[in-house]
């Protein structure tokens, strides 16, 4: 939703899952992780009173526990923080997004290696989903880094059953690349926002992930 109005987040919320959109990725970042500042607990409050939707919480911010409880009683649905910021306390920060009732993930920057989240996804308590950056986080419209797609083939080959989400410079250029290297989770931000048929777009990688998912 980093591409939406923000002036006008429940009905930009409404208009994307009319158009077809399974979940909202919310984009909350502090200004000190990323060189940016968005969103917080209040705003995911205000629009869990407007919409029922899957709101895929993504945590840009140097302190993801301080997050855990005011989203997790906003209504936030899923919580995905950063490897970067998580490798001296991710399992207590695992626990306490579960007791939330929140979905678990973990996120990697394009230079953190992929096999810095093998132990979240192995855990006895472990993350349901891995989010691989395809660009630096901080900023939509950036260009697609397919370099980042060898990341996804490992995941896929080591963990079938996993979610495994990319983020940054997904559309119709660029589905085919993610989803054939096993990617089934897309955020897609301006190529959405900006299409003349945003509805199209989203049948479009819909339909490239289910496409590749019958040969994997
Ligand atoms: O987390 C981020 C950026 O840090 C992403 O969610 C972007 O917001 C995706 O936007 P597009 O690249 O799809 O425009």
Redesign the pocket.
């Known amino acids: 939703m980093?591409?939406s109005d923000f002036s006008n987040l429940a009905s930009e919320a409404h208009r994307m899952t009319n158009y077809g959109a399974d979940w909202l990725?919310m984009?909350i970042?502090d200004g000190h992780f990323?060189p940016?500042l968005t969103i917080g607990a209040p705003i995911i409050e205000s629009l869990r009173k407007h919409t029922k939707a899957y709101l895929d919480c993504?945590l840009?911010v140097t302190n993801p526990l301080d997050y855990v409880e005011p989203l997790g009683k906003a209504g936030a649905s899923g919580f995905t923080f950063h490897i970067e910021t998580s490798k001296d306390n991710w399992k207590e920060l695992v626990e306490r997004i579960s007791i939330q009732g929140m979905r678990p993930g973990v996120a990697l920057k394009p230079e953190t290696p992929i096999e810095e989240v093998y132990a979240l996804v192995e855990a006895e308590n472990p993350v349901e989903m891995v989010l691989v950056?395809t660009?630096?986080?901080?900023?939509?419209?950036?260009k697609?880094m397919p370099e980042m797609m060898d990341k996804v083939r490992i995941l896929r080959k080591k963990y079938p059953s996993l979610d495994i989400e990319v983020?940054?410079?997904?559309?119709p250029s660029t589905i085919d690349t993610a989803a054939s290297a096993g990617a089934n989770c897309i955020?897609?931000?301006?190529?959405?926002f900006g299409a003349p048929e945003p509805a199209q777009v989203i049948s479009l990688l819909r339909n490239s992930v289910e496409k590749a998912q019958q040969t994997h």
């Open positions: 980093l591409s990725h984009d970042m990323v940016n993504h840009m950056m660009v630096e986080p901080g900023f939509g419209g950036q697609f983020d940054g410079g997904l559309g955020v897609a931000g301006s190529s959405v």
